[in-house]
């Protein structure tokens, strides 16, 4: 029998993997809280697009529920694997609510930001939780069951999608996942799952937070020489915490860890190729959408949602106080965040010198 699977939360991310699932003839039900976003897709279909003409679709194959109506699924038959592709903050609640639909062997993917497998497990347990990291893939949701990838596929070129199990084993689940990604884009398993998540939360801590605090682009803040100054001290902090909370850190973006952790005044050549990795590169190959990709983070700011920058700065800075490894500008940038988000002040670049 075929696999039935869950994507709970259809933004971006979910959405994108749902829905090329679904086309792939996966057996999917998409399930929302937004209603305009579930009677959109109900009625038109679900709208992807990349940068290729291949990349453009509309699905129609992928069943859709509001949360609402989650109660359906009993009629349907368990779950074999269900997509958690909700906000961080949401996750407790959203792992309790697919729990009673699980296959007896069914298990719960985090297709999310932040390290929240823990969070899946205390609900489902820790033999039920998989992750996924997604790693610059770039997609946005800029209105109602219109996601589109704003960056070329990762192909052989970056590997996107990183599944593992938190023990660390290869295990047939996760190589079944990697064979559902593959048709979406590059895949891989990995046996660092944690140190995985550690180095895409470097990526994002020095990312999503800065261009929601900004109002600009992910490449208009790196072009930016005060703003740039400020994300290499984010990465240099984060990669300082994950290290000595024993994580095994990845290359980021293609740069050495231990580079970035060197990255500051008393380490001038780790400073400089730090700047030079993150300063934009201009001539060939020049991203066509560079003037539209923006940071999920920096959408929810847009849409005047909450964001996860307490799950993503200010968890890196909590850990940081915990162990003795200062992250202050973590702590800057979740506190300039907060008051953005909430209407006090508006996103500009004076926040951060720029």
């Known amino acids: 029998m075929a696999k039935r699977i869950a994507v ?4 971006a991310l979910g959405g994108y993997v749902g829905g090329h699932l679904a086309q792939h003839g996966y057996d999917v039900t998409l399930v929302d809280m937004w209603p305009e976003n579930i009677a959109r897709i109900r009625a038109h279909g ?5 940068v290729t003409p291949d990349e453009q679709m509309t699905v129609t194959a992928a069943k859709t529920m509001h949360i609402t109506e989650l109660q359906d699924l009993d009629k349907q038959g368990p779950i074999d694997i269900a997509f958690l592709a909700v906000k961080s903050y949401d996750t407790e609640w959203a792992a309790m609510m697919i729990r009673q639909y699980l296959a007896p062997d069914g298990y719960v993917v985090s297709l999310q930001n932040c390290l929240n497998e823990e969070k899946i497990a205390g609900v ?19 209105e109602a069951g219109t996601i589109r990838r704003t960056i070329a596929k990762g ?18 689940r996760v190589e079944e996942l990697v064979e559902m990604y593959s048709l979406i884009d590059s895949a891989k398993a990995t046996t660092n799952l944690w140190g995985e998540r550690w180095s895409k ?17 992910s490449s208009a803040c790196s072009a930016n020489d005060a703003i740039r100054r400020f994300q290499i001290r984010l990465a240099c902090e984060a990669v300082r915490v994950g290290q000595a909370l024993g994580f095994q850190l990845e290359p980021i973006k293609g740069m050495d860890p231990n580079v970035l952790a060197r990255a500051d ?13 993150m300063t934009p590169k201009k001539g060939a190959g020049e991203n066509p959408r560079a003037n539209i990709q923006r940071p999920s983070m920096a959408q929810d700011i847009i849409k005047k949602r909450r964001t996860e ?3 993503m700065n200010g968890f890196i800075a ?7 490894v200062a992250a202050p500008s973590h702590r800057q940038l979740t506190d300039i965040v907060l008051r953005v988000e909430r209407g006090q002040v508006a996103a500009a670049a004076s926040h951060l010198g720029g």
Do not use: C, Y
């Not at 679900?46 to 990349?50: I, N, V």
């Not at 939360?201 to 682009?217: P, R, W, Y």
């Open 8 to 11: 709970i939360g259809v933004g």
């Open 309 to 311: 920058i307490e799950l």
């Open 155 to 172: 192909g052989d070129k970056h590997t996107v999608f990183r599944v593992g199990e938190v023990h660390g084993r290869i295990t047939s």
């Open 124 to 142: 489902v347990g820790w033999g039920r939780v998989v992750g996924t990291i997604a790693s610059l893939i770039s997609v946005d949701m800029h």
């Open 265 to 277: 005044d008393d380490d001038p050549a780790a400073l400089a190729a730090a700047d030079a990795w």
């Open 46 to 50: 679900l709208s992807l697009d990349g």
């Open 318 to 324: 909590d850990k940081g106080a915990e162990i003795g």
């Open 201 to 217: 939360l470097v990526q994002n801590g020095f990312g999503n937070g800065v261009s929601a605090a900004t109002g600009m682009t």
